[in-house]
């Protein structure tokens, strides 16, 4: 606990996707006090061509009322 899924946009390297997963489990780890053993990040690449048919259609639109941070486009 806790477990954070972050879909985005094919990253420009392996490196980043890394660094996105550590500054996400500090900020984590900060705020809520879990230690880093206990946090884990996944990542999902999704083309930019699917995007809304895969993410938003799926993901975001059903639960827009529930989403502590809602798109802007």
């Known amino acids: ?8 946009y ?3 390297s392996e490196q980043q996707k ?4 550590e500054e996400i489990t500090k900020v984590i780890m900060n705020i809520t006090g879990k230690p880093e053993a206990a946090i884990s990040v ?3 690449e999704v083309p930019e061509n699917v995007w ?12 827009i009322d529930s989403l502590y941070k809602k798109p802007g486009y």
């Open 52 to 63: 809304m048919e895969e993410v938003y259609n799926k993901d975001i639109l059903p639960q």
């Open 42 to 44: 996944g990542i999902v």
């Open 18 to 21: 890394n660094t996105l997963a």
């Open 10 to 12: 094919p990253a420009e």
């Open 1 to 8: 606990m806790p477990h954070v899924l972050v879909k985005m």
